[in-house]
């Protein structure tokens, strides 16, 4: 039994973690019991020795805690938060709405516009799409939008920011991948323009296919002061971007200082449209407290999880048996993707992402695509394209967060059975760039390499 146990133990951990994610517990929670479980089977057997279990707090606090990486993540979701609460956001997209209101699927084309300069300014999903939905959604059905496309509009723009830098998704990846974070940020941009850029296509084609799902509004005469008013709302958004993102690629700070300055801008502009008061920042730091204590619970249990199944073999059980499999490197990219993709009706983005990349991690350093890619850039080729198929995550249902995030805030202007229409062409849209980015690596590793080395 002792050795059979010895054999099996990584996969019946891998095998106790999935059926846990299912039940109804809290992730943290899961994570933290199967890793105490199999920890003190691991014990019993001789996998584990109990003074390897006993250095899993130091390991946690060194890991996480310490960590200056991570110090990104609560200062974007604050700044972020910011943004909301003070309402810069909601001036670019009723500014751009106006704009663009004589154009066949104007309406749509904002929501995607707004989503994409708000993803370069932040990376909070829930906030980006509760706030589109609220401002675009009822505008839309007012105006004669079918309702699936314009849930699937706001539901795939507001998604943006999980790919397009400065992004939560990827602080996190580039800490369990020890990866460089700027090249990451830089590598991760233009596959997110060219997503963004995908999405406004489909809705100019779509528009003009069927214009009863996207009518023209009628053209009125510009009102006073208009310019001057999208000018004002495009350019606070567009100082975040750059105090972030500047500040990075122009070397003057690391990411992790980035994401201060960013939060500092956040709040300077908060400030200068006198919209930052004491109950608005109250407001902003208890959200992002619950969001950040979240987000670092998790990310506590999946490194004691990571730890145990490390030493009870489970790096060598997953290679193993990849190589049992014979796929190849191409094949085993594929199956990888597939499983990502399949994850993502179930599962959320920090479940999957603390979960997978840790045992896809030493599978990816041994793949060799001889002249397609280079070694040194495989590994951020691979996280990109990771983050792009995580983008599916939010909207395949039974579990996409994006569509109950729409739906809560959306109420009774589109039935569910829209909200999961209108998202199909756009995760085949994610689907169609995943394949462009597997077919042409230079598209994410091209900018790191013309501006970082």
């Known amino acids: ?112 516009l707004m989503g994409t300069i708000l993803a370069a300014a932040t990376g909070i999903i829930g906030a980006s799409v509760v706030m589109l939905t609220v401002l675009a959604i009822p505008t839309m059905i007012a105006r004669g939008y079918s309702p699936a496309l314009a849930a699937g509009t706001v539901a795939s723009a507001g998604t943006l920011g999980i790919l397009i830098p400065p992004s939560i998704m990827l602080v996190f990846m580039g800490d369990l991948l020890t990866l460089n974070l700027a090249w990451l940020f830089v590598a991760a941009f233009l596959p997110g323009l060219l997503l963004a850029a995908v999405y406004l296509v489909y809705i100019v084609l779509r528009a003009a296919l069927d214009p009863a799902s996207a009518p023209r509004l009628p053209r009125t005469p510009p009102e006073p002061g208009m310019w001057r008013e999208f000018a004002v709302a495009l350019a606070l958004p567009f100082l975040i971007i750059v105090a972030v993102l500047g500040s990075i690629l122009g070397g003057f700070a690391t990411p992790t200082e980035a994401s201060g300055v960013g939060a500092a801008a956040a709040l300077i502009l908060g400030l200068a449209r006198g919209r930052l008061s004491r109950a608005v920042l109250g407001e902003a730091l208890d959200s992002s407290v619950s969001t950040i204590a979240m987000l670092f619970f998790i990310f506590v249990g999946a490194t004691a999880f990571s730890y145990v199944f490390r030493h009870v073999g489970g790096e060598h059980f997953i290679v193993e048996t990849a190589r049992s499999l014979n796929l190849g490197d191409w094949g085993l990219l594929v199956t990888m993707m597939a499983m990502i993709f399949v994850m993502g009706f179930f599962f959320d983005w920090i479940e999957i992402t603390l979960i997978v990349l840790p045992i896809f991690a030493p599978l990816v350093k041994l793949m060799d695509f001889g002249d397609h890619v280079a070694r040194a850039d495989l590994i951020y080729w691979f996280a990109v394209l990771v983050a792009v198929n995580l983008q599916t995550s939010f909207l395949t249902p039974p579990f996409g967060f994006a569509l109950f995030y729409l739906k809560g805030a959306a109420g009774g202007l589109v039935p569910m059975r829209e909200v999961y229409r209108g998202i199909i062409p756009f995760v085949a849209l994610q689907l169609l760039v995943l394949g462009v980015l597997i077919w042409q690596p230079d598209i994410v590793t091209a900018l790191p390499r013309a501006l970082l080395e």
Request: charged fraction near 10%; charge should be neutral.
């Open 1 to 112: 039994m002792t050795g059979f146990m010895d054999g099996a133990l990584p996969g019946l951990m891998f095998l106790g973690l999935i059926l846990g994610l299912f039940s109804t517990l809290p992730v943290g929670i899961v994570l933290m019991g199967v890793t105490l479980i199999f920890g003190a089977v691991a014990v019993a057997t001789g996998d584990l020795r109990p003074v390897q279990l006993s250095l899993m707090p130091n390991r946690i606090f060194g890991g996480i805690i310490e960590n200056p990486v991570l110090v990104a993540a609560p200062m974007f979701i604050f700044m972020g938060i910011v943004m909301e609460k003070t309402r810069i956001a909601e001036d670019l997209l009723l500014a751009l709405q106006r704009l663009l209101r004589a154009v066949p699927g104007g309406l749509a084309l904002a929501v995607t």
